[in-house]
């Protein structure tokens, strides 16, 4: 069991926006501004997307938007493209202790 | 251009020592911290362990005792050692680095499968 809660699955239609949730507890996702977000197409190493719960590295599109409220974050993709369909993970700071959880990742199907 | 490659053999016997190494290029080892994380086949990511360039470690309770990470700056590299190993402990094993002392992995290596089997 992940130490973060993520939707198994979610599903869109090309050009719709879906918003992937990750929920966990006061200490972590909701203690700390440190959540980040991956992206993993099969076979592949994850992909940074999304760090410090809001900022995005160079490179990847503004399609993609991270957010947090309380112990829950979340992902959001607008203008969904048939290449967005992967798995996504979240993964928050848990203090110097525990340093970093992963959640158990959600898989985005582009219908 | 940031890269990193994982190298190591892809086949471990129960109860024996599991050993990868990373090789990074493209930027300096130093001012980063450096992360092992792994992924069971069909499963979510773990993250095992990271090293400073400097030498000091910070290890997953869960695997504490089991993980010794290391690094050798003059060949740009990192490693994992990872004892007394098991068949949960088949995954893909990915190196990444890691930018300051939070979980914010920015680049990864491809990725390694150890199958931990007699």
């Known amino acids: 069991q992940s130490a973060l809660t993520q939707p198994r699955s979610v599903s869109g239609s090309p050009g719709q926006s879906v918003t992937i949730s990750c929920t966990g507890t006061s200490s972590d996702v909701g203690g700390y501004n440190y959540v980040s977000w991956y992206q993993q197409h099969p076979g592949k190493a994850p992909q940074l997307i999304i760090y410090?719960?809001?900022k995005r590295p160079s490179g990847v599109p503004d399609r993609f938007s991270g957010s947090k409220s309380g112990n829950t974050a979340s992902l959001t993709i607008s203008g969904l493209q048939a290449e967005d369909e992967a798995d996504y993970y979240c993964c928050s700071y848990a203090g110097s202790y525990t340093f970093g959880v992963f959640g158990g990742g959600t898989k985005l199907t582009v219908l | 251009q940031v890269q990193l490659q994982e190298s190591g053999p892809g086949l471990v016997k129960p109860s024996e020592t599991l050993s990868l190494t990373c090789t990074f290029s493209g930027g300096p080892i130093s001012g980063y911290f450096w992360s092992w994380i792994r992924q069971p086949p069909g499963k979510g990511l773990e993250w095992i362990g990271y090293i400073y360039y400097s030498g000091s470690t910070h290890y997953n309770s869960s695997l504490k005792s089991r993980v010794t990470i290391s690094v050798d700056m003059s060949k740009n590299q990192f490693s994992l050692r990872l004892s007394y190993v098991t068949a949960a402990d088949t995954a893909v094993y990915y190196c990444?680095?890691?930018?300051?002392?939070?979980?914010?992995?920015?680049?990864w290596g491809q990725g390694t499968l150890v199958t931990v089997s007699s």
């Open positions: 990444a680095r890691t930018v300051s002392g939070t979980p914010h992995f920015d680049y």
């Open positions: 410090d719960v809001t």
